[in-house]
């Protein structure tokens, strides 16, 4: 396998490590999770909730402990916030929700570079 093609893997798995770690947290927290990594053309959602009758789409990012490239929350750039909303439109479209109360947030992940526990959460509720 090229090490390219590794860090691709790796950078995968660890990504489904934080999906799987905030999934936890937000069913833990009270939250009901409707779709994982729902997909359309647009683009993809890692997770949709609902929480005390709102639809909540939610941006997971997942960074190992000392990672050169900035907190997992940082890597949210206007880009990534605005393919979300055009995914989230397409999600209600598609399932026949006429103006629903929404919100989009941000859980960012640190996971160990060695064990791959979880270091740490952060809920951003309204991130974008």
Known sequence: ????????????????????????????????????NWRCRSGEIDIIAEHNGRLIFVEVRTRKLGGRFGTAAESVDR????????TAQVYMRSSGLANPSIRFDVIAVTVSRESKAVIEYKHYEGAF
């Open 1 to 36: 396998m090229s090490d390219s093609h590794q860090a691709a893997n790796n950078r995968q798995q660890t990504g489904k490590w934080g999906e799987d770690a905030a999934c936890t947290f937000l069913l833990e927290a009270g939250y009901f999770i409707k779709e994982r």
């Open 79 to 86: 880009r990534k916030q605005q393919q979300v909303r055009e």
